[in-house]
């Protein structure tokens, strides 16, 4: 049983795209630009956007954090969309979600360029995507696509149960996972309406869990030598930890582990990814830009 | 076992409409109108092109046909897409496809108003059907989830087997067919590149075969009191016929259709849905536009 050491497989990108950037200013030019909006003081937003700009000096990308109280008004942050969308000096950018009750989030993704969206949620991205043009891939998807490739995983014409089917990780992992350019993987979606669940994942290869359902994924729903790829990261009371809680996955790691021909740890697995594919997607867009 | 009829229900879903368009020209409103631009001369094409026209009478629609010679440049075309995308008096238009090949499909798919894009092939249009938002929907698709509902298929929780991932047909039946708002099915895409096809086929409530290969489904892929839906239409040699040729479904019907608990014929199955939805998809486009 091989542990998937997502922290490890991020480190190594950065340092691949860092190694990139250097090349890119040796030769004269300018690193590339990542602004993210962050409103309000919701305690994980503050944590994922002060991760992302560490995340872009990590890269040696330049970063720009414009934050916003959360008495802004929709139009107010349409301006500001619309002012990065122009800025000839950002190649790509973020707003952090989830926004204030009083904001609508789908016209505010929907308010960034596609080619400035490297959270890859803008309907443009999602629709070139499923048909297999070349788009904004969102970070968890392709960061899962990744440490499958990157642990050379064989995914074509293997069953693929992805457990959950939210707009940011269950749908776009199924287009990614059963187009020819992807996975080229047999996909089944299961989700809280699913007859026959713990079954569909009895008999598949690779397990996504993106459920968001503590420990959900049990030993015996999982085939002797799968990969399962663990994308939950809930809180859970825990006494014995300094901060009062830790982070379960979807999956029930200790029983399901030792089944495993390899699985994903939480935290460590697919969790530092993400952040690594956004940078990914910025080089992307400064490269495209240029 | 129930033959699915799409015919008739095609052509009670036009009457439908029809009414609802007299109603509204009852009240003094105008009628919705759809255009068509056809380059070349692709006898598949002039059939498809003809019948939607007719379809449009039938609705009581009006309708717009602009033919080119297959001599138009790119541009010229990009040209009648943006004069159409102006013109207030076009409700929602199609460049039937295929174009000639000094043609970038996509380029003119694209560049058509994603409010007036009915056959629902922008990416804008993909996207938003896959995040469940409101969306033109492209036909086959469409049709095929209208088809279940009006024959009182139960589709929640059920198995989906979808036989082939292409652009317009499963890749968007499957985005339907998993979320809640649409089938709320357990979705599992097959291709050509699938372990396990046919054992997936026969653990499936219901199949939706889109491979384009002639009698492909054969009955030992088929449960018992499953749900068929043929969306395949080969044109085979057939002496026996005028033409010298018969439309043949991926479906072997003969030996499937006594299983199944219903099952589309072809012809008259989802052939006849499609330009159907064509008319519907219009009918919204002329609606939001109101």
New interface residues.
């Given amino acids: 049983m091989q542990i998937i050491d997502g922290k490890a497989t991020a480190a190594q990108i950065k340092a691949e795209i860092k190694n990139e950037v250097e090349g890119i200013l040796a030769a004269g030019g300018r690193a590339p630009h990542l602004a993210a909006v962050l409103v309000g003081h919701d305690g994980g937003s503050e944590t994922y956007v002060k991760n992302k700009v560490l995340a872009c000096e990590a890269c040696g990308f330049r970063s720009t954090l414009l934050r916003f109280e959360d008495t802004i008004t929709e139009a107010e942050l349409l301006d500001v969309v619309a002012g990065l969308n122009a800025d000839e000096a950002i190649d790509g950018f973020i707003v952090q979600l989830p926004l204030p009750a009083h904001i609508d989030e789908?016209k505010v993704t929907e308010a960034i360029l596609p080619e400035k969206d490297v959270d890859g949620f803008?309907?443009?991205?999602?629709?070139?995507m499923?048909?297999?043009?070349p788009a904004f891939v969102s970070a968890t998807p392709l960061g899962i696509l990744t440490l499958l490739r990157r642990y050379n995983i064989e995914t074509?014409?293997?069953?693929v149960a992805i457990l959950g089917?939210s707009?940011i990780v269950g749908?776009p992992m199924?287009?990614l996972m059963?187009?020819?350019q992807g996975g080229?993987s047999?996909?089944?979606?299961?989700?809280s309406?699913?007859?026959?669940?713990a079954e569909?994942c009895r008999r598949a290869d690779i397990i996504i869990a993106a459920i968001g359902r503590p420990a959900f994924v049990t030993a015996d729903m999982v085939k002797p030598g799968a990969v399962v790829i663990d994308v939950g990261t809930t809180r859970v009371p825990d006494a014995t930890r300094p901060k009062g809680f830790r982070l379960q996955g979807d999956v029930d790691f200790d029983a399901v582990a030792p089944l495993c021909s390899a699985i994903t740890p939480v935290p460590g697995g697919v969790g530092p990814m993400t952040i690594c594919m956004l940078m990914l997607n910025t080089l992307q867009a400064y490269k495209q830009r240029a």
């Avoid at 499923?130 to 043009?133: D, F, P, R, T, V």
Wanted: glycine share 8%.
């Fill in positions: 789908q803008h309907p443009v991205n999602v629709g070139r499923s048909i297999g043009l074509s014409g293997k069953k089917r707009n749908k199924a287009s059963m187009q020819k080229d047999t996909v089944t979606v299961l989700h309406h699913s007859a026959n669940l569909e």
